[in-house]
Structure formats: C-alpha cells, structure tokens
C-alpha cells in the first residue's frame, strides 16, 4: 500500500554533513504523515523529525537547530548538520497516520528498511 525507501546514509567526522531520502510510494490519494527515527545499538527507537501531510514540523530535542526535515512531491528528506558521534544510528523513514491507506478511518503506520549513518571524531 505504501512503500519507503531509504537512502543517503553513510560515515560522516563530528561537525560534517548528511542528507538522507525517502522516496515513499503510495497512492495518490493516501494522505500520510511522514517522519525520521533512530535506533542507535542498545538503545529505544526514537523520532527525529516529522513532517504532518499539512508541513507542519517538528524535531527531537537533540536534534533541533541542527537536522531539517522537508519534502518534495513525493520524497522527504533529512538534512543532517553538525553532525555528533551520539547522532549514530540506524536511520528510518515512517509513513502513516489517519487516510495513509485505503480506508480513511483507519491510521496505519509503516517503515523503510533503515539506513545506517555513523559519525565519528
């Protein structure tokens, strides 16, 4: 129904630069929510940034003033700056909310295959 591919990860130094992408596919009549999460080894997953179908943003309290979320047609993306050595981890993309799917009512929720990004000093 809706697919995510993630793409971009890498290796980065403190302070570089990244930029990842998710390219979602869907039906143009699905309405979805998009966001970033993370899971760094032995730790929760936690959400990075999102991006409600109106454009309306939001970030994680360590990321803000550093990472912007955006998105282009049907793409989303995550521009990474000063990047941090705690900013490694296993990057996914997330489709979802109410309308992301064939019934209006029903709030689904789904997720790319993650990307790897690790920073080091």
């Known amino acids: 129904q809706v697919q995510l591919a993630e793409s971009g990860g890498g290796s980065a130094q403190t302070g570089g630069s990244l930029k990842l992408s998710c390219a979602v596919s869907r039906d143009p009549s699905f309405t979805c929510d998009l966001a970033w999460y993370r899971q760094a080894p032995g730790k929760a997953r936690e959400l990075v940034s999102e991006i409600n179908r109106n454009g309306v943003t939001s970030y994680g309290e360590t990321v803000k003033g550093r990472f912007t979320i955006f998105r282009d047609g049907d793409k989303v993306y995550l521009q990474m700056n000063s990047l941090r050595t705690d900013d490694t981890a296993v990057y996914y993309c997330?489709?979802?909310?109410?309308?992301?799917?064939?019934?209006?009512?029903?709030?689904?929720?789904?997720w790319g295959q993650g990307t790897q990004v690790t920073v080091s000093s």
């Open positions: 997330q489709a979802g909310g109410l309308g992301c799917g064939p019934w209006s009512w029903v709030k689904y929720d789904y």
